[in-house]
């Protein structure tokens, strides 16, 4: 923690953070004391659900609900369900990085 606040602490023009949580099992205490820490600061960031391709399209629904309660993400967070391996949900998060940059 003390290595990741240094880093955020430090004077950064961040447009943002995204931060990787695996979509099949619940978040780690290290996900949530990271999104805890960046709501906290005020950081821009998002959620990027990862190897869904891993689990049918009903049960990451389910997930990404069970998640976004969890992570007590405000509504205003993106949060993205992705595969590499198939390519879900790459293009949407392409589109929160550019809109981000903006």
Not at 1 to 27: K, T
């Amino acid at each position: 923690s003390e290595l990741i606040e240094g880093y955020f602490n430090q004077d950064r023009n961040l447009a943002l953070v995204v931060s990787l949580v695996d979509i099949r099992h619940p978040a780690s205490s290290l996900d949530e004391n990271m999104i805890e820490f960046l709501q906290e600061a005020e950081l821009p960031f998002a959620v990027v659900l990862t190897k869904a391709d891993k689990l049918s399209r009903q049960q990451q629904m389910k997930q990404k609900a069970a998640l976004k309660k969890q992570l007590k993400l405000h509504a205003d967070v993106p949060l993205v369900v992705c595969s590499s391996e198939k390519g879900t949900g790459i293009d949407e998060l392409r589109t929160v990085i550019k809109n981000a940059a903006r």
